[in-house]
């Protein structure tokens, strides 16, 4: 039985990557700095699964941004308008590579970024790739040649892992009328046929191609695609060993094609569909050995070796042991990196780090259960298996997890619970009333620039060296600030800027009942964005407010509106790691009760508007179309319980980053927030005509400006772009702000964009 991982984190244990992109993208270290902090993480992760004892480790799962666009680079696709980064001439790939990701403002270029979404449903995102009608693809990168030789000059034999063509060109998104991208696939598969050349010649054995879009509804051609690309790849590379690996969900449909193509090894995720696993075994056929996902690459629960064990068990009977590999469910790259760094203690109780595991952890778990599962387990896996069966045993009884008045509080929810008093064209005139607002008002999703110092605040005080009042008086200076700033750019509806907040998440969690921390558990999130998921361990409530001081001091201080800002109960589950012990369903109206408690006590300080953000609610959707309206009823019932426990007059706003609506439009509506505001410059408002279409009711604020750049946009771009909007939806209910909060960008570049969009909003208003 082989051990196999399908992708180590790459961030580092301490976040080396970001510190040294960052550090690097500010001009503060050189570009060689930065190459030696990628090694250095490429050898770690290589060292310590080889240690741990996986036969098949991973290279070329280490990206300086995103596998996607590594991905873009190696077979060149590259868009047009990053031709002249290439000209200019004291550039390198890897500021090619950065342009590409991030937008590019140099001398006299100023080309955007390319576009982002997330991956299938979690909360990583990828750089979306770019196609043409003609598009042509040459190898302009041999990253993954390189860092499978860079392994093996270490000694370390790897297995390097590419995105299979078919995913990839189905993850990409064509830029011009006329054509479907998968038809590019006879351009694209030569460069997959050089590389592969390319490895062969250096003795390669093993190439993984991810081929997520198997779990997903496939149209026809895209089946044809399949079988056209892996039976080329087989008359070309007969000996040569495919891993075709499938994660976050069930083949179904899928199945018969997947088993039928010509590669060397399968591999499914057991965690999301466990009950597959009859039928592929069922399907496969003798030449194909399966690689079965069990331990938990998206959760940081230790692993059931009972559970995995007779799975194992069932797979081996009917396969043999040569043909069944042992493996985590998915890419490690969704899981922290080491739960050795949480010290036992304040942050994380020693009773509950015993049920964890996180990636390096669930490593050694791969290779404990392939010992596990043979003949003679040595004393030490035994003592292991003892160790993590009074782990499950401990956890299922635990009275730190159940909590009677939650269990009877949900329980007791009612129909008039999940709805507003008024309809919404009557609560519009009653807030239009009290609020008063312009056309186009001008409004932020939030945050504003959490800088160093801020940051530093935070940790001083965390550290102990600021007391609370002290820490409170710097963050009082920063908000008051940030108002005065809104109310001198002109910005109708203010925020407090979110200082006091380190992760829109991690805030709630901290406050709230049945949630823990770590203090390194980061994930990569996009780029060197990281997120530290917090861990809902147990029956959720909120023992008190969590941010009337900081909304009711920033109102204080003025006499615009201030708004109220929450993280809604979908986004808060989705972006931590849950319980696996109960259904996600019963989790969020926990919360979403928790989040309603917050609501009330807001509009009782006298926060007028308040923003319940929702950007999680399309992650959360199940891959598979089937299991969208069961998913929609109940997440958009627990936004509704958050919202609906307030006057007419007071206005609820939610935020949306990065979605697409038109599929979701009639839910996105029945969720009946009096303001949505979303994502849309970077789609040139495109969004909007899921909206248009619909006759979306309420008001929207479609995104003028892509906050995930620093480049600063001028007033007639976001004119433009309001001027598109205007086409679709009616002027009355429209409102004017960026894409998504501010919290990663500086200053400068904050305080240059908003006057050029408060302008904008101004010069839209003169032409109605
Ligand atoms: N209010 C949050 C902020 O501005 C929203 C962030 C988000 O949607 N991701 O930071
Ligand atoms: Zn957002």
Not at 502 to 523: K, P, R, S
Request: proline share 5%; hydrophobic share 40%; with cysteine.
């Amino acid at each position: 039985m082989l051990t196999n991982n399908l992708g180590y984190p790459r961030i580092g244990s301490n976040r080396e990557l970001k510190k040294a992109c960052e550090q690097y993208w500010s001009g503060k270290a050189p570009i060689e700095s930065l190459v030696q902090a990628g090694a250095a993480i490429r050898a770690n992760n290589w060292a310590l699964q080889k240690k741990a004892g996986v036969d098949l480790i991973p290279s070329n799962d280490f990206s300086f941004y995103d596998q996607v666009l590594d991905l873009s680079l190696t077979v060149g696709a590259i868009p047009k308008r990053y031709h002249a980064v290439i000209l200019n001439n004291a550039n390198t790939e890897l500021d090619l590579y950065f342009a590409m990701a991030r937008g590019y403002q140099k001398d006299d270029l100023d080309i955007t970024a390319m576009e982002m979404t997330k991956w299938f449903d979690t909360n990583y995102h990828y750089i979306v790739p770019e196609f043409q009608r003609d598009q042509t693809f040459k190898l302009f990168s041999t990253k993954v040649i390189d860092e499978y030789n860079e392994a093996k000059r270490m000694g370390i034999k790897t297995k390097p892992v590419v995105i299979g063509p078919v995913s990839y060109l189905l993850l990409g998104k064509e830029k011009e009328e006329g054509f479907h991208r998968i038809s590019l696939i006879r351009n694209l598969l030569p460069v997959y046929l050089e590389i592969l050349t390319a490895l062969t010649e250096q003795h390669v054995e093993w190439v993984q191609f991810d081929e997520p879009f198997l779990v997903l509804d496939l149209e026809p051609q895209e089946r044809e695609a399949y079988i056209y690309v892996y039976g080329e790849i087989k008359k070309r590379f007969p000996r040569l060993k495919i891993l075709l690996t499938t994660y976050f969900e069930g083949l179904k449909d899928n199945l018969e094609l997947a088993a039928s193509l010509p590669v060397a090894a399968l591999h499914i995720d057991l965690l999301r569909a466990p009950e597959q696993l009859e039928d592929v075994l069922e399907a496969i056929p003798d030449h194909l050995s399966l690689s079965l996902g069990i331990v938990d690459g998206r959760n940081i629960w230790k692993n059931d070796f009972d559970h995995s064990l007779a799975q194992v068990k069932t797979a081996v009977a009917r396969l043999g042991d040569k043909r069944v590999f042992i493996s985590p469910s998915c890419s490690l790259i969704h899981s922290p990196c080491d739960l050795d760094l949480e010290s036992n203690g304040e942050v994380l109780s020693p009773e509950i780090k015993q049920w964890m595991a996180f990636a390096k952890q669930k490593v050694d778990e791969v290779v404990h259960l392939r010992e596990l599962a043979g003949t003679e387990p040595s004393a030490a896996a035994l003592a292991k298996a003892a160790e993590n069966r009074s782990a499950a045993e401990s956890r299922k009884v635990s009275p730190l997890i159940h909590d009677e008045l939650v269990k009877q509080r949900v329980a007791g929810v009612r129909r008039k619970d999940e709805h507003r008093a008024s309809v919404y064209p009557v609560r519009k005139v009653a807030q239009q009333e009290v609020l008063n607002l312009p056309l186009f008002p001008t409004t932020t999703i939030g945050s504003f620039p959490q800088t160093a110092a801020v940051r530093s605040w935070r940790t001083k005080y965390k550290k102990g060296l600021l007391s609370l009042a002290e820490y409170d008086a710097l963050i009082e200076k920063e908000t008051e600030e940030t108002i005065r700033f809104q109310e001198e750019t002109g910005i109708d509806v203010l925020v407090h800027g979110e200082f006091e907040r380190n992760d829109m998440v991690e805030y709630f969690g901290e406050q709230l009942a049945g949630f823990v921390f770590t203090t390194n558990g980061w994930v990569q999130s996009y780029g060197s964005r990281c997120v530290k998921p917090p861990i809902i361990f147990g029956d959720v409530s909120r023992p008190a407010a969590m941010t009337v001081r900081w909304s009711s001091y920033a109102q204080s201080l003025t006499h615009k509106w201030v708004k109220g800002m929450l993280t809604g109960p979908v986004t808060i589950l989705q972006w931590s790691f849950v319980r696996n012990d109960q259904p996600g369903a019963l989790t969020c109206k926990q919360i979403a009760l928790a989040i309603r408690d917050e609501v009330s006590d807001l509009e009782k300080a006298g926060i007028r508007i308040i923003q319940i953000d929702e950007p999680a609610i399309r992650e959360g959707l199940p891959l598979r179309k089937s299991g969208w309206p069961q998913y929609l009823e109940w997440a958009v019932q627990a936004f509704r319980i958050s919202a609906s426990g307030v006057a007419d007059e007071t206005q609820i706003h939610t935020h949306m980053c990065y979605a697409e609506f038109n599929d979701i439009i009639k839910h996105i509506a029945d969720m009946d927030a009096d303001v949505i505001t979303i994502e849309c410059s970077r789609s040139q408002m495109e969004l909007l005509d899921a909206f248009a279409d619909f006759n979306y009711p309420n008001e929207i604020g479609p995104g003028v400006y892509d906050i995930h750049s620093p480049r600063v946009p001028a007033k007639e771009e976001m004119i433009a772009l309001l001027h598109k909007a205007r086409a679709v939806i009616p002027t009355a209910q429209l409102w004017v702000n960026p894409d998504c909060g501010l919290k990663t960008r500086h200053w400068d570049e904050t305080k240059k964009a908003l006057l050029e969009m408060v302008e904008a909003a101004k010069e839209l208003r003169l032409s109605v």
